[in-house]
């Protein structure tokens, strides 16, 4: 069993310290949490219990905390990824959801199993998911003085390999903060998440430059066709800095390999690989 998470990229790291501790605190917190549940869950439901939780800490940017987008609303996007199945499903854009990657575990068992906007928001309420107001007064402090555009990174996610060798990757964000209204994130897409029988993937970053470079599926199908993942990730950043691009990644493969690398070095993350391990 293995387990790695991150807290997205962190552009406030080299201002704000104590900012910086408490997330490492919160993801190693959670980290332990989420260890404990996949000791009896599937990569599955473990990946979707460590995202709920990094979902529920306002200061990640998923969730509780989101980003605030240019037109003032929080929309949120989170995708779950079964290796096992091969199943993706996932939530654009929606709103006034405490937990969008609860969502997206729930439409995992439809034939439609992608929404966003107004369809995933009456799906939710159909199944349960009560009205919840994602905005901190942080956040809304930092909308009003519109630093988000300095300010503007985020996303959480969890990627598990359960005791019967079967991988997850589950993915939820508030986007970069600021954007236009309903712009759509890697998040909630295979480039920003995606898992298989052999790799499961998490991405963080500036999703135009993850989805430009299909960052997850790519990576996973490196590894799919006999790559490390570490050689697989290695490859896929020369891919990714050919444009400039700015991005994280966490993964793990059904050999038990877990490998995390990032391009600008703001990712924090935490794995429990035999030992805890966390670092920004
Ligand atoms: N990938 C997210 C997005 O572009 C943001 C992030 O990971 O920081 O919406």
Known sequence: MKIIIHGGFFSESNRNQETKIAKQKALSEILAAAYDYLQNHSATETAVFAVSLLEDHHLFNAGLGSQIQS??????????????????SGVINIEDVRNPIQVAERLAAYDDRVLSGAGALAFAREHGFHYFNPITTQRQAEFEEKRNQANRKGTVGCVALDRDGFLAAATSTGGKGFEMPCRVSDSATVAGNFANTHAAVSCTGVGEDIINTALATKIVTRVTDGSTLKAATKKSFVELAAIDGFAGVIGITAAGEVYHLDSHDYMVWAAFDGSLQVFN
């Open 71 to 88: 037109d003032g609303k929080v929309r949120l996007s989170a995708s779950l990824m079964d290796g096992k199945t091969q199943r993706f």
